[in-house]
């Protein structure tokens, strides 16, 4: 995903990095800027599940110029409507986020992603009002959310070689994990705790990732 031209065509498959649910904003300012500056990151969604929107406000104000120096696009979890207020390069919205079709008119010449589970039903639907990502999991077990859904490879690879939208993969996925969904045609990992979590750090977290994903 480019910043600037808001292109989704995918050239191979890309990190897609979800921030932590809670943030000290000062000190993951820095530590989202050496994760950026380890290897390639497609995009950064900010996922604050119990922020306000003043606090929400307040991150993406320090977090999306960081984003964008490095030509990675910013991306807001839940709410198209602060998404365009804030400037946003898009949003990503849930089955319970509100319209999707209203978001898609609000954020016309954004980038508008959606959840779609584990169901080509919601993906079909999610195409045709115009998303430009479906996103399908969860893949493996998680300790971020607690999932209800559980999503397969051939998901992933019936969406790939049917459709020209991109799909985005999540749920649990770490370097030692993702070469399947890389070979099945996920054109995006999204990932939280593969990175925030990685035992040296975020910056070595993604390059692990992309090393795994360059190798799949
Ligand atoms: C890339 C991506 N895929 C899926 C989700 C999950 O969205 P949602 O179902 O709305 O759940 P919450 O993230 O809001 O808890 C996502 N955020 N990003
Ligand atoms: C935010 C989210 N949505 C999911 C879904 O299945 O829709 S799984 C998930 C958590 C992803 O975090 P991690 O990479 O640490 O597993
Ligand atoms: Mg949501």
Redesign the pocket.
Known sequence: MNAASQDLSPEGCRLYL?TPPRIDIPRFRDVLAAALDAGDVACLQL?LKDADKDAIARAAEVLMPVCHARDVAFILNDDARLAHELGCDGAHL?QSDGDHAAARKLLEGRILGI?C?ASRHLAMTAGEIGADYV??????P????Q?V?T?GTDLLQWWSEMMEIPCVA?????AENCAPLVRAGADFL?????VW?HPDGAAAGVRAMNAAIAAA
């Open positions: 979800i996922r849930g959840t589970h996103a399908f999991g969860a893949f493996f998680t300790g971020t959310k999932t859904h999503a999540i749920g649990g996925i770490t999204a990932v939280v705790g593969a979590n």
